[in-house]
C-alpha cells in the first residue's frame, strides 16, 4: 500500500504560478505517477503523467504551461503551473500505477484545491 499526500494548493491570480507536491509514503520508482484535476460537476480529468524513465505527456489544455517531474530518491512528483486560468480551478489528485506480476496497483491522494480568481 502506497500513500500519497498532495500539498501546494492555493489560490492565485491568473497569469500567476504554483508548484503542487505529492509525496509517497514508499518508493514510486516503479510507479507510473500521474496528476489529475476535477472541478465541481465534472468528471476527474488526466492533467499530466511521468512514466518511469520515461518522458512525460500533458492534456492539450496544460501543455507548455505545466511540468510534470519526479524525484523517486525523494518519492515525491512535482505539477510545477505557470500562467493560471481560471478555467485550471480545481481539486488536483496525485495517482501512482503500476503492474507487477499481473496485479494492477493504483493509488490516490486525497487531493488539493487549486483557485485561479483575480
Known amino acids: 500500500q502506497v500513500q500519497l499526500r498532495e500539498s501546494g494548493g492555493d489560490t492565485a491570480q491568473p497569469g500567476g504560478s504554483l508548484t503542487l507536491s505529492c509525496a509517497a509514503t514508499?518508493?514510486?520508482?516503479?510507479?507510473?505517477m500521474s496528476w489529475y484535476r476535477q472541478a465541481p460537476g465534472n468528471q476527474r480529468d488526466l492533467v499530466a503523467t511521468?512514466?518511469?524513465?520515461?518522458?512525460?505527456d500533458y492534456a492539450d489544455s496544460v501543455r507548455g504551461r505545466f511540468t510534470i517531474s519526479r524525484d523517486d530518491a525523494r518519492n515525491t512528483v512535482y505539477l510545477q503551473m505557470n500562467n493560471l486560468k481560471p478555467e485550471d480551478t480545481a481539486v488536483y489528485f496525485c495517482n501512482a500505477k503500476a503492474t507487477i506480476l499481473r496485479l494492477n496497483l493504483d493509488y490516490w491522494g486525497q487531493g488539493t484545491q487549486v483557485t485561479v480568481s483575480s
Open positions: 514508499k518508493k514510486i520508482d516503479i510507479y507510473k
Open positions: 511521468i512514466p518511469s524513465g520515461g518522458m512525460p
